[in-house]
């Protein structure tokens, strides 16, 4: 990663909530075909997030500590925040001076931008206002957000427009947070009333259509695109008792990961 920073635009997607065990069951069955394309062998990455809710997921991801392999480590990371005795960077981590991935990045010349998803990135409370202001630019809208049955088709639009708008030749770190997985997720599932597995696949399987977009965007700049898309953390339909997350549950800790450089000019 270290070699790639100035060369290469970053995306870092985040599906809010997707299980491990959906997304895989989803890939295999030939219901993400747009992911089956760029997982590198075909497959998920099984990994532990660092925290059960997005708030604090998030914050551990921009301090560079990304969902972390389930086989003994310690693993090199892609990213760190430079701090003494860091025993998880190596020869090909991008380290940077600063307390956050996005700060980091800009002052390595990126234009760093936000997409928020879910309530954490809702600036109408002061608690939505801190993930994202650790970017350039951030927007968020209520036809972002978990209850917009096209949240994610909304976001980008709004990147096409970001994108439109900026020069080819400053390089861009863009995050999205895709709401579309979390509960409520019934919208994606004709005649549903309640939220289940079937209907957080169904919301996949939605995200997993556009995706194709996302990546024209972001390799139609005539760079290469260094691609991180995971989950911040999975969620419970009734599971032991638990409906929802922020609780120690393996379904909830354990979550789907992958990595990948996309050429310049990716069509859908």
């Keep these: 990663m270290r070699d790639r920073i100035g060369s290469h635009d970053l995306l870092f997607v985040t599906l809010d909530t997707l299980r491990h065990d959906v997304a895989a069951e989803s890939l ?12 590198p062998g ?19 991801f921009f301090a560079g500590f990304l969902p972390t392999p389930v086989t003994p480590g310690p693993h090199e990371r892609l990213f760190a925040a430079r701090f003494a005795g860091s025993e998880s960077s190596g020869p090909g981590t991008y ?48 036809e972002f957000g978990v209850t917009a049955p096209d949240c994610f088709g909304n976001q980008l639009d709004r990147l096409e427009t970001i994108i439109g708008g900026l020069p080819p030749e400053t390089p861009l770190f863009t995050f999205v947070n895709v709401a579309a997985l979390h509960q409520p997720n019934r919208h994606y599932l004709p005649g549903a009333d309640t939220d289940d597995l079937t209907s957080h696949a169904a919301a996949l399987e939605y ?10 965007l972001v390799t139609g700049r005539g ?11 999975g969620t419970l339909y009734g599971e032991d008792g638990h409906v929802g997350h922020r609780v120690a549950h393996e379904a909830v800790w354990t979550v789907p990961y992958a990595d990948f450089v996309l050429a310049p000019g990716v069509r859908p």
């Design 42 to 60: 075909g497959v998920w990455q099984r990994r532990h997030t660092p925290a059960s809710f997005t708030y604090a997921a998030h914050h551990a």
């Design 95 to 142: 380290v940077f001076d600063a307390p956050d991935l996005p700060t980091g990045l800009a002052a390595d010349g990126y234009h760093t931008v936000c997409l928020g998803g879910v309530g954490f990135f809702n600036p109408g409370a002061p608690l939505g206002r801190v993930l994202p202001g650790l970017f350039t630019e951030a927007h968020w809208a209520p």
């Design 223 to 233: 760079r290469p695109c260094q691609v991180i898309i995971c989950s911040d953390h």
């Design 28 to 39: 295999a069955r030939g219901r993400t075909p747009q992911l089956a394309r760029v997982l």
């Design 207 to 216: 995200v997993d259509g556009l995706l194709g977009r996302l990546f024209a």
